[in-house]
């Protein structure tokens, strides 16, 4: 494609400049890319344009502000508001490609994981793009939703290698940031709906109204509501448009907690899903749901189920103890990852290690401090991503809800911080390591350091 092209519906241009790709973040850039400089949160795209340069990027586009370098830009007034023309232009074949979209709080990443294995044991090849990787592409992001050039190239990509569903993990900030625009939603699931992201959206009622935006879509052929949510009303009301199916744990025939998951029983069928914690089976059913209304029978699906595995960093275990490693970030996570340990095992204490981010939603942290304080038997607290703020500060916020009759430990080098609390770990305690899940970076002020909790506690605990 050339500039010609992508610009026509546009603004007109004689730049005849063939081109590779778009970009808005210079770690994107790849050698013929159009570098798209936009106002961000903090700073201005303007000011990366030479980085972008460096990196191979032959053309730029700009919004209101005037630029000098030494590839070719073009001012194009309210820049923002073409984004998504220009996606469409570039990457023609992404909109026919049928997606499943994931939205809610919690478990977006495990309903994600499990519809993608479902499928690819039912023969359908599917690709996977959220929190923990974007399968079939040699694309990454580090957003739950990437921004709109990335997801419309991996989108394209799939289509030219022959994938016809993908599977999108769809956060709040992606609706808001109209990073999904334009895309061919057949499927809008929801899991729940809980406290999270107040530092972007403000309020609850705020984060929810965002999230309805993915139900109202003229695309869809089906939503998939979780009935055991308080809000799921809510998303009903606005998708009356289209086909409703509701999912909830009353599905279940018969759910006996076990050690290594739960006995299930479900129509006719009896089985064991090596899976922890109720909000589990809860996304077993809406990956179900899914699969069934892409086609597929229930009697083809269920006998599958047994089979699925967690996504790395969900209630992860570590082999070699009774030690897990699990994404939980926020109050209610928190709290159902601790009563998770404690249904499936009666007889231990619980201990859990985790902190809170910087530079996100502040009210939830002493919410997090009430919950560990009231549920676990031992706390220990240390950094999670502090990012910009201070950690101790952090902490500070977190035992403003610690019960005054608890003595957390507290320890803000994490890696030092799960090494004690392993090589103290008692016998009859378990172990939860909570927060950050499979990340493998941790986040300061002025640096990035490699760290992987579930490496770091399998290290450990082997040497223990």
């Given at each position: 494609m ?22 808005l ?9 159009v570098?798209?400089?936009l106002?961000g949160k ?15 990027c ?33 990457y ?14 919690n478990?977006?990443t495990s309903?994600?994981?499990f ?11 599917n ?6 990787e ?5 694309a990454?992001?580090?957003?739950t ?7 419309y ?8 290698k ?14 808001d ?7 061919n ?16 959206h403000?309020?609850?009622?705020e ?32 998708s ?7 999912y ?8 006996k ?9 479900l ?6 899903l090596?899976?922890?914690g109720?909000?589990?089976l ?7 749901s ?25 209630m ?6 009774l ?23 009666p ?25 560990a304080s ?8 240390t ?12 902490i500070?916020?977190?035992m403003v809800?610690i ?20 090589t ?15 990340e ?11 760290l992987?909790?579930?490496?770091i506690?399998?290290?450990i605990?082997?040497?223990?």
């Amino acid at each position: 494609m050339n500039m010609i092209q992508l610009l026509a519906d546009i603004t007109p241009t004689k730049i005849d400049l063939e081109i590779y790709g778009l970009c808005l973040h210079t770690a994107d850039v790849q050698a013929g890319d159009v570098f798209v400089a936009l106002q961000g949160k903090s700073t201005h795209g303007i000011n990366y344009i030479q980085q972008a340069i460096d990196k191979g990027c032959v053309a730029v586009l700009v919004d209101s502000k005037d630029c000098e370098c030494s590839v070719p830009s073009i001012r194009i007034n309210n820049l923002k508001q073409h984004l998504l023309t220009l996606s469409a232009t570039c990457y023609p074949q992404a909109q026919q490609v049928n997606i499943v979209g994931i939205t809610g709080t919690n478990g977006k990443t495990s309903v994600a994981y499990f519809i993608s294995q479902l499928l690819t044991k039912l023969g359908v090849e599917n690709g996977l793009i959220g929190t923990l990787e974007i399968t079939n592409s040699n694309a990454t992001s580090n957003n739950t939703t990437p921004d709109i050039f990335t997801l419309y190239k991996v989108l394209n990509n799939y289509y030219l290698k022959g994938i016809k569903t993908a599977i999108l993990e769809v956060s709040s900030h992606g609706l808001d940031q109209d990073r999904v625009a334009g895309l061919n939603f057949n499927q809008a699931i929801f899991t729940n709906l809980t406290q999270d992201h107040l530092d972007y959206h403000q309020t609850l009622e705020e984060y929810q109204k965002t999230k309805l935006k993915l139900f109202k879509l003229d695309s869809l052929n089906c939503v998939i509501i979780n009935r055991d949510d308080a809000c799921h009303k809510n998303f009903l009301s606005v998708s009356k448009h289209t086909k409703q199916i509701t999912y909830g744990l009353d599905d279940f025939k018969k759910i006996k907690p076990i050690q290594q998951g739960f006995l299930c029983q479900l129509e006719g069928f009896v089985f064991e899903l090596s899976l922890l914690g109720t909000f589990n089976l809860s996304n077993v059913l809406a990956a179900l749901s899914s699969i069934e209304q892409l086609g597929f029978k229930r009697t083809q699906i269920i006998p599958l189920l047994h089979q699925l595995l967690s996504p790395t960093g969900r209630m992860h275990k570590i082999n070699t103890g009774l030690i897990w490693v699990d994404y939980a970030h926020t109050p209610d996570a928190l709290e159902n990852a601790i009563t998770t340990l404690q249904k499936h095992y009666p007889e231990h204490k619980v201990r859990i290690l985790f902190g809170c981010g910087g530079n996100r939603d502040k009210d939830k942290r002493a919410q997090m401090g009430n919950i560990a304080s009231t549920l676990a038997n031992s706390v220990v607290l240390t950094n999670d991503n502090p990012r910009d703020e201070d950690p101790q500060a952090i902490i500070d916020d977190i035992m403003v809800g610690i019960d005054t009759h608890f003595a957390p430990k507290i320890t803000l080098n994490r890696r030092l911080a799960i090494q004690s609390a392993i090589t103290t770990l008692g016998d009859d305690e378990c172990l939860l390591i909570a927060g950050k899940g499979g990340e493998t970076t941790q986040q300061f002020e002025d640096k990035i350091l490699s760290l992987d909790d579930i490496q770091i506690a399998a290290a450990i605990s082997a040497q223990s």
